[in-house]
């Protein structure tokens, strides 16, 4: 139909929708790219907030992100149920129907369908005025997205699932090539948390004769693989892991570890059955609070010093056994035992491990680690004062005496070593910090009294 101008005018001045033009910056046009923009720049909180409702399963029951987190393969996304397509159903589908509501629409409306009142309404409202509107549910989200539920990812980008703690299912990596390629990219990924949970995947799915070829020449997952074992108590394959072949110099190490992990095998299952009989009084008065199973050398030996310190040298639990057996220095042997027997207020135990004979029958006190560090370790025992001051006499260094006697309060030690060095300032010094009327005042007054003694000061 032929419109005169003025009617053509008359038109466009009367309609209820404004005409577009590319300088109105106040457009509702202008609104939904803006709007398109700020839903963009959300879409990793977005993101993150959809991943919420994702399952996340760890095999120690710990939070994902702990240092023994992993992912428990689901077969094929089997585990994925009918709502869960329904929900992805409404994640594909470009439009959703919505009835006509009396307040407008927040930007969440866009990408999600929901109203919430006080915020702009949309560009389908202004253009139409049937009773359903329609809606994009999500605008600016790509496809790829949606290939995390389909398992149609790469390898980086199921690594990078896996450092996120994604839900991600490995088992289309059914190859032995795919496997080892996955191991090496959770390698190259310098995550420890990412590498053991490709390594319980392989655990369950490779034979473990193949499974050792491989991680023979790849030692970090090695590594992790036997902190693994000894965090679930799989002995019987740490037992396994250990008869690898190794490097000569690592030899040695590995069939110490391999002996001491059978050592520790007997020991546990021994003194479980006494524990649970109570018929033994070290395990009735102290309890035992964790397992010795895969505890390291020093540790098996304080817990050997602890509950089976007078058991002869032939027993597998025996101190002197696995001081023998395992070369233990004396010194780390001496440190042991006495933090072991002082933690049990064993003062002769304490005694006869400082004390030695010579060839001609005399004692004589010896300490390989030095006798300051014994009184240290009996002060922090709660040692009675006598004890400490015997060993606070065996120190030999002067300095070092008087420090440990001052510190410690063994008054006896620094008013004789203050005597025996003729230093009466500092016997001077010393009287006014000890009690008034005290036995140690008075031997104090004794000595500086006496005129046997000839006082450098």
């Not at 005409?19 to 923009?37: C, P």
């Not at 994702?54 to 009918?82: D, H, Q």
């Not at 329904?86 to 407008?104: A, D, I, V, W």
């Not at 060993?391 to 510190?407: I, P, Q, R, S």
Request: charged fraction near 30%; aromatic fraction near 10%; hydrophobic fraction near 35%.
């Amino acid at each position: 139909m032929n419109r005169t101008k003025g009617d053509e005018e008359e038109y466009w001045n009367s309609s209820k929708f404004k005409a577009f033009t590319f300088d109105d910056e106040d457009d509702e046009l202008s609104q939904l790219k803006e709007s398109k923009r700020a839903v963009n720049s959300l879409r990793d909180f977005v993101d993150d907030d959809d991943d919420d409702d994702l399952e996340r399963v760890s095999w120690t029951g710990e939070p994902v992100g702990s240092i023994s987190w992993s992912i428990k393969e689901t077969a094929g996304s089997s585990g994925s149920t009918s709502e869960g397509r329904e929900q992805m159903k409404g994640r594909n589908s470009f439009y959703t129907q919505l009835p006509k509501p009396p307040s407008t629409y927040s930007l969440s409306s866009f990408f999600r369908g929901r109203t919430r009142p006080g915020s702009f309404q949309s560009l389908s409202d202004a253009l139409s005025d049937t009773p359903a509107k329609t809606y994009s549910p999500e605008l600016g989200r790509p496809k790829g997205e949606y290939r995390d539920y389909s398992n149609d990812w790469s390898l980086s980008d199921t690594v990078r699932r896996l450092r996120q703690g994604k839900v991600c299912s490995l088992e289309r990596f059914r190859s032995l090539q795919d496997k080892l390629q996955l191991l090496e990219e959770a390698i190259n990924m310098h995550d420890g948390n990412v590498i053991t949970a490709v390594l319980i995947f392989l655990k369950r799915t490779l034979s473990k004769e193949i499974l050792f070829r491989e991680l023979e020449v790849r030692q970090v997952a090695l590594r992790h693989l036997i902190h693994f074992l000894k965090e679930i108590g799989d002995q019987k394959l740490l037992l396994d892991l250990f008869s690898l072949p190794f490097s000569a110099e690592d030899s040695a190490h590995v069939q110490d570890q391999y002996t001491l992990l059978e050592r520790q095998i007997i020991i546990e299952a021994n003194d479980r059955h006494l524990e649970s009989s109570g018929q033994t009084e070290i395990f009735r008065k102290h309890p035992r609070k964790a397992s010795i199973l895969n505890m390291p050398l020093v540790t098996t030996l304080f817990y050997a010093c602890f509950y089976h310190y007078t058991e002869s040298e032939g027993t597998f639990s025996s101190p002197v056994n696995l001081k023998k057996t395992f070369k233990i220095p004396d010194r780390q042997y001496v440190l042991t035992a006495l933090a072991a027997r002082a933690k049990l207020r064993a003062w002769n135990d304490v005694d006869a491990l400082f004390t030695t004979k010579n060839w001609l029958g005399y004692t004589k006190k010896r300490a390989p680690i030095g006798f300051h560090r014994v009184v240290e370790i009996l002060h922090k025992n709660s040692a009675p004062v006598q004890i400490l001051q015997e060993y606070v006499n065996l120190v030999e260094d002067v300095d070092t005496k008087l420090n440990l006697a001052t510190k410690f309060k063994c008054h006896d030690v620094v008013i004789d070593t203050c005597r025996d060095l003729k230093d009466r300032q500092q016997l001077l010094a010393y009287r006014s910090k000890v009690d008034k009327g005290s036995a140690e005042e008075e031997k104090i007054d004794v000595i500086l009294s006496s005129s046997q003694i000839r006082w450098k000061n």
